[in-house]
């Protein structure tokens, strides 16, 4: 079975084992460009302010040089079962781990920007063998998680853009004409709960259920009389466009530009994917990432090795140029789950998400953030567990 834009001919090609195995001359050249670096200087008691922090980045930057073994996250990364399939033009990366339990539900998880399939090393074997940490092997599923198109290992040079549509049909072909899978749920956070919203907006027939850590809701009116929780919303959103979102600007009007840079230097890729590690992770009163310095460099690493930076960048393009689909008139009539990080970028309220969403359940963290899988992978796990429970028959 294909889906939507996909050809049949896709849906039948085999997908073919994947290993990661960086060459060495890459890994030579990254040394000598972390070993002359030219740094910049930094307004005086700037901090974090103007972004990436100085004293901050220079220390993990001597850690990268010095301490850091991509080899080793190398073999780990290797522990997961990878392939390759092409699909829409695109050569795409997954990661498919089988359930171990009576009978696993597939479970479609989808990263987005800055992050990578990487977020998820964590998160993958506590929803594939939950009995392995204290649960239920009843709750087991089967996840399949794609590296997105045009990002880290589903990108090769000179490879179609995609946008949220077509990468939302893509990942239905994948899961249906490729792995076979008739029903399945699916999870995402950042763009790939935009991804997620829209596969459930083109092909609800597909899906048990689909649970988010973000919930995409640009193009949602503002209430006209909004309750204080609406108001403090709102007020986030206000806060997020005029302080945080440089970047998204950038990225969707002169991604090309903003390319050679980090494309060419480590060091201003790993400060332009840092920082956002640091503003969107709930740090707890540190001033520094609360996730582990080598989790944040082999993240950086994926985009290094594959030079996928620029081509990452293109949903944002799409988002101002393009098509955007998603608007007040949709409405999600999946089942929808929603794991409510208490140092998210914005955070809607219930009332405004069921206008977009049919809410089946809504949990409030007690921590967490913007990278959810990294920054608390068990409790993200039990609440996807959870929400999926009633929803495996149907």
Same mark, same amino acid.
């Given at each position: 079975?294909?889906?939507?834009?996909?050809?049949?001919?896709?849906?039948?090609?085999?997908?073919?084992?994947?290993?990661?195995?960086?060459?060495?001359?890459?890994?030579?050249?990254?040394?000598?460009?972390?070993?002359?670096?030219?740094?910049?200087?930094?307004?005086?008691?700037?901090?974090?302010?103007?972004?990436?922090?100085?004293?901050?980045?220079?220390?993990?930057?001597?850690?990268?040089?010095?301490?850091?073994?991509?080899?080793?996250?190398?073999?780990?990364?290797?522990?997961?079962?990878?392939?390759?399939?092409?699909?829409?033009?695109?050569?795409?990366?997954?990661?498919?781990?089988?359930?171990?339990?009576?009978?696993?539900?597939?479970?479609?998880?989808?990263?987005?920007?800055?992050?990578?399939?990487?977020?998820?090393?964590?998160?993958?074997?506590?929803?594939?063998?939950?009995?392995?940490?204290?649960?239920?092997?009843?709750?087991?599923?089967?996840?399949?998680?794609?590296?997105?198109?045009?990002?880290?290992?589903?990108? $090769?040079? %000179?490879?179609?853009?995609?946008? /949220? =549509?077509?990468? #939302?049909?893509?990942?239905?072909?994948?899961?249906?004409? &490729?792995?076979?899978?008739?029903?399945?749920?699916?999870?995402?956070?950042?763009?790939?709960?935009?991804?997620?919203?829209?596969?459930?907006?083109?092909?609800?027939?597909?899906?048990?259920?689909?649970?988010?850590?973000?919930?995409?809701?640009?193009?949602?009116?503002?209430?006209?009389?909004?309750?204080?929780?609406?108001?403090?919303?709102?007020?986030?959103?206000?806060?997020?466009?005029?302080?945080?979102?440089?970047?998204?600007?950038?990225?969707?009007?002169?991604?090309?530009?903003?390319?050679?840079?980090?494309?060419?230097?480590?060091?201003?890729?790993?400060?332009?994917?840092?920082?956002?590690?640091?503003?969107?992770?709930? $740090?707890? %009163?540190?001033?520094?990432?609360? /996730? =582990?310095?080598? #989790?944040?460099?082999?993240?950086?690493?994926?985009?290094? &090795?594959?030079?996928?930076?620029?081509?990452?960048?293109?949903?944002?393009?799409?988002?101002?140029?393009?098509?955007?689909?998603?608007?007040?008139?949709?409405?999600?009539?999946?089942?929808?789950?929603?794991?409510?990080?208490?140092?998210?970028?914005?955070?809607?309220?219930?009332?405004?998400?069921?206008?977009?969403?049919?809410?089946?359940?809504?949990?409030?963290?007690?921590?967490?953030?913007?990278?959810?899988?990294?920054?608390?992978?068990?409790?993200?796990?039990?609440?996807?567990?959870?929400?999926?429970?009633?929803?495996?028959?149907?």
């Amino acid at each position: 079975m294909s889906v939507g834009g996909a050809s049949a001919a896709e849906g039948r090609v085999p997908p073919r084992r994947f290993r990661l195995d960086v060459p060495d001359d890459v890994l030579d050249d990254l040394r000598a460009r972390l070993d002359r670096v030219r740094w910049p200087d930094e307004a005086p008691g700037s901090g974090w302010s103007h972004g990436t922090e100085l004293a901050y980045l220079r220390g993990l930057v001597e850690h990268w040089r010095t301490a850091y073994d991509w080899r080793e996250q190398e073999r780990s990364f290797n522990r997961l079962s990878q392939y390759t399939v092409p699909i829409g033009g695109v050569d795409l990366h997954f990661v498919h781990e089988p359930g171990v339990g009576p009978d696993p539900l597939p479970l479609l998880l989808v990263h987005g920007w800055p992050g990578s399939v990487w977020e998820f090393h964590e998160l993958i074997p506590r929803l594939t063998d939950p009995a392995a940490f204290g649960g239920d092997p009843a709750d087991a599923c089967t996840v399949v998680a794609p590296s997105l198109p045009g990002f880290c290992l589903s990108f $090769r040079p %000179g490879q179609p853009r995609l946008g /949220i =549509a077509q990468t #939302a049909e893509v990942l239905a072909t994948l899961m249906t004409g &490729v792995l076979g899978h008739r029903r399945f749920a699916a999870q995402g956070g950042d763009w790939g709960a935009y991804v997620v919203t829209r596969l459930a907006l083109d092909h609800p027939e597909l899906l048990a259920g689909i649970h988010l850590n973000l919930l995409a809701m640009a193009g949602t009116p503002d209430p006209v009389a909004p309750t204080p929780e609406e108001a403090r919303y709102l007020e986030e959103v206000r806060h997020w466009q005029r302080e945080e979102r440089g970047y998204f600007w950038i990225q969707g009007t002169k991604p090309q530009t903003l390319a050679y840079g980090l494309t060419d230097s480590p060091v201003g890729l790993a400060a332009w994917i840092v920082e956002k590690f640091h503003a969107w992770t709930d $740090r707890d %009163g540190h001033e520094e990432p609360r /996730i =582990a310095r080598d #989790a944040l460099l082999t993240n950086v690493m994926l985009y290094w &090795v594959t030079a996928a930076i620029n081509s990452s960048f293109w949903l944002y393009f799409d988002r101002l140029h393009g098509g955007w689909r998603i608007s007040d008139e949709d409405r999600v009539r999946v089942p929808t789950g929603h794991a409510a990080f208490p140092r998210e970028i914005t955070r809607p309220p219930r009332s405004l998400a069921e206008a977009r969403y049919d809410i089946h359940r809504w949990t409030v963290m007690e921590r967490g953030g913007h990278f959810a899988a990294l920054e608390q992978p068990e409790a993200l796990a039990a609440d996807i567990l959870a929400f999926l429970r009633p929803l495996r028959r149907g």
